[in-house]
C-alpha cells in the first residue's frame, strides 16, 4: 500500500463541501461518490465513499490477487475459497489490499474528472468507516499551492554592471605567464617563502603515526596555504638534504575528526628547492601561444573577452534581482513536501559534482563531520527559497500567458544549429524529446525575463 498512500489511519468525520458522483448513477448505475473540501497548508480532502457491492468487489479483487499466498488443509496452495480464509484469518483478511484496490481505482478516476485538483506528492488517507456494509476513506492530498503576487510591474530594480579594469587584464596575462612557465632548480640557499619544493613527511600525534600522514617526493609550494597551519612556515628556512621535526597543531573543525584540534610533530627531509621561472611577454611568445599578433592586440583581445563575461554575469544578477523583489513581495504557503522534494534535487546535484571528484556523498558528509539529518536541515531555506522562486515564476507566466510557439523552438532551433555548424534539418533529426523540452523551457524563461525588463525599471 505504501507505493501509492503515504499512511493510513482511522479518524472521525468532518464537515465536507461538493458532493461528486463519479458516474451518472441514472445512467450507469454508478453510485460511488466522492466530496471535496479545503484542508490545511495547500491541500484537497477527497472523501470517497464506497457501496456494501463497491466494497466487496474491491475485496474479491485483491483475493484474485493474493489468494496465491494461502495454504490451507484439504485445499490446494492458490485454491483456497475466500469465505475458507476469512474464516481462518477474520473477516478483515483483504481489507488492507481492498482499501489499497479501492483508491488506486478511484482516486485516479476523480483525478482525471476534477482537473482542478493538481497533486504534488502522494496522499495521507484516512479510513473514516469500514465495515460490511461499505467503506469511507478521506485522501488528504497535497496540492500546488496558490501564489498571492506582489507587484512585478512598474518596480524599480537596482542595474548590476561590472567594469573591466587593468589589473584584471593583467591577471589573465599572469595566469598565461603562468601556464607556461618552467622550474629551475635552486641550490645554495635555503628555502624561501614562494618556492616549489620536494620533501618527506611523516606525521605522528602522541607518538603513533596516521592515516595520510606520510608521504614521499611530496611536491609543495610554499605559502600556497595547501597544509595545515604552521607546515609550510617550518620549511622555510630549511636547506636540501636537512631533516627537521616540524609540531603543529590540527585545526578544531579539521575533516578527520579523530585529529581536530591534536597537536603532530611531522618528521620532514627536504630533497629540492625550484623556482619558477615565467616566460618574457613578447609579441613572439602571444603570437605562438594565442594567435593575436602582439602584445597590444591580445591585452585587447582578453579585455573584450572580460566585457562580454562581466555583462552576462552582470545580465544574470540583474534578472536574480528582479525575481527576487517580486519573490519577496509575493505571498505563498509552501507545503512541507515540496521543500523535501528540491532537498532531495539538493543532494543528487551534490553528488553528481562530488562524483566528478571521484567522492561519495557519505564521505563528504564524514569529511565535514555532518550526518544527513543535519545537512537537509542546513539546506531547508535554500529550498524553500528555491520553490517560491519557481512557483511565482509560475504565476507570472500563467497570469501573462507566457508560452513557447513552434515557432519560437524552430527559430532556437536554426540558432543552435548555425551554432555547430549543421542545417536545421540536420541539426533538428539529433534532438531528442528531452532536448526539444529543454529548449521549449528555455525559450519560456528567455521570454518572461523580456516580458519583465520592458515592464519594469532597471536603472
Known sequence: MQNLIKCVKIIGNENKRRVFYLNDP????????????????????????????EWNDAQDKAYEKNKGKYQIAGFR???????????????????????????????????????????????????????EKGLTMTATVPVKPEVKLGAYKGIKIDKVEYNVKDEDVETEVQRLLNQHATEENVEGR?????????????GSVDGKKFD????????????????????????VGMNIGETKDITVKFPEDYGAKELAGKDAVFAVTLHEIKVKKLPELTDEFVK??????NVEAYKNSVKEKLEKANAQRAERETEDNIIKAISSASEVEIPDSLI????????????????????????????????????????????????????????????????????????KLKEQAESVGKSYEEYVKTVNDRQRSYIENEVIIDKLFKFLKDNNQIA
Open 26 to 53: 441514472e445512467k450507469t448505475g454508478a453510485i460511488m461518490k466522492y466530496t471535496t473540501s479545503q484542508g490545511e497548508k495547500s491541500t484537497v480532502k477527497i472523501t470517497i465513499t464506497l457501496t456494501a457491492k
Open 190 to 202: 635555503a628555502a624561501e617563502n614562494g618556492d616549489i619544493t620536494v620533501i618527506d613527511y611523516s
Open 212 to 235: 595520510g600522514g606520510t608521504a614521499e617526493k611530496q611536491t609543495l609550494t610554499l605559502g600556497s596555504g595547501a597544509f595545515i597551519p604552521g607546515f609550510e612556515e617550518g620549511v
Open 340 to 411: 523535501e522534494r528540491e532537498i532531495d534535487n539538493m543532494i543528487q546535484q551534490t553528488s553528481y559534482r562530488l562524483m566528478y571528484q571521484d567522492l561519495k556523498f557519505e564521505d563528504y558528509l564524514k569529511y565535514t563531520g555532518q550526518t544527513m539529518d543535519a545537512y537537509r536541515e542546513g539546506c531547508k531555506e535554500s529550498a524553500k527559497d528555491h520553490v517560491k522562486t519557481q512557483l511565482v515564476i509560475d504565476k507570472i507566466l500563467t497570469a501573462e500567458d507566457i508560452k513557447a510557439t513552434e515557432e519560437d523552438i524552430e527559430n
Open 288 to 293: 605562438d601561444k594565442t594567435g593575436d599578433e
Open 77 to 131: 496452495k492458490g485454491h483456497v475459497p475466500k469465505a475458507i480464509i476469512e474464516q481462518h484469518y477474520g473477516k478483515s483478511a483483504f481489507y488492507e489490499d481492498g482499501i489499497n484496490e479501492a483508491f488506486g481505482k478511484y482516486y485516479y478516476d476523480i483525478l482525471d474528472k476534477d482537473k482542478s485538483i493538481e497533486p504534488i506528492d502522494r496522499p495521507d488517507v484516512a479510513i473514516d468507516k469500514l465495515d
